[in-house]
């Protein structure tokens, strides 16, 4: 089924490719001047811009949008594909009276400002997906303190050290998630202490209790820490 998927836009293309010169050999014939075929090789851009927005959609998603207007890439593509079919079906009519010189340099100004749209979405794109994964990285840590502590919770057996690591789980919960290199040495240490306290949770009430104190009061700290940073 992934297969088939995959070939559409191939398929869908080619399809489009062969129905058009069909059309427009089977009406216009092949005796023609460079007004015409320079229309020609513009409107064969104009069909692979296309299809290279199908298969970027499928590799990258719907989110490519451009940073100037926000429109989508397949959406320039369409305007694209729209404004060369006009412009060369003018261009092909007026063959007999046009050169090769109007023709391309309108048509290469229109693919130019494409051009220069589609590479705007992708940029775009990849500037998005860089910042996620920044942001991903950046709040990875608190995340991470959160699961280990509710997973204390779920080992502890005394009471009050489920108590106390419940606690510790919301306060975890509350802290500013994001995270920067100042903060590293402190988010270290507790996670040092985090470290002893899965050693020690379900056989050393008084000492997993202590370290979670330790880790409260550093968590505490790291919070007023990201107050200064910011």
């Not at 220069?116 to 860089?130: G, T």
Request: charge should be positive.
């Amino acid at each position: 089924m992934e297969n088939k998927k995959s070939t559409l836009p191939l398929a869908a293309f080619i399809i489009g490719l062969v129905t058009y010169n069909a059309a427009l050999f089977v009406i216009a014939g092949f005796s023609h001047g460079a007004a015409f075929y320079t229309s020609y090789v513009f409107m064969l851009l104009a069909f692979a811009s296309i299809i290279f927005a199908a298969v970027m959609m499928k590799k990258r998603g719907m989110g490519m949008k451009d940073i100037l207007l926000g429109y989508p890439l397949i959406k320039h593509c369409t305007i694209y594909f729209i404004a060369e079919l006009i412009v060369s079906v003018i261009f092909m009519l007026l063959d007999a009276k046009v050169g090769f010189a109007a023709p391309f340099a309108v048509q290469l100004i229109m693919l130019c400002v494409h051009l220069m749209f589609a590479l705007s979405c992708l940029i775009a794109r990849d500037k998005i997906e860089e910042m996620r994964t920044q942001v991903n990285d950046s709040t990875l840590f608190i995340s991470m303190l959160k699961v280990d502590a509710d997973a204390l919770v779920l080992r502890a057996k005394e009471r009050e050290v489920k108590e106390a690591y419940k606690k510790l789980s919301e306060e975890i919960r509350f802290s500013d998630p994001v995270s920067s290199s100042p903060l590293f040495p402190t988010e270290q240490e507790i996670s040092a202490k985090m470290a002893a306290a899965r050693e020690c949770i379900a056989t050393d009430a008084d000492k997993a209790l202590a370290l979670c104190a330790d880790m409260s009061a550093l968590l505490k700290i790291r919070n007023e820490m990201c107050k200064t940073v910011k």
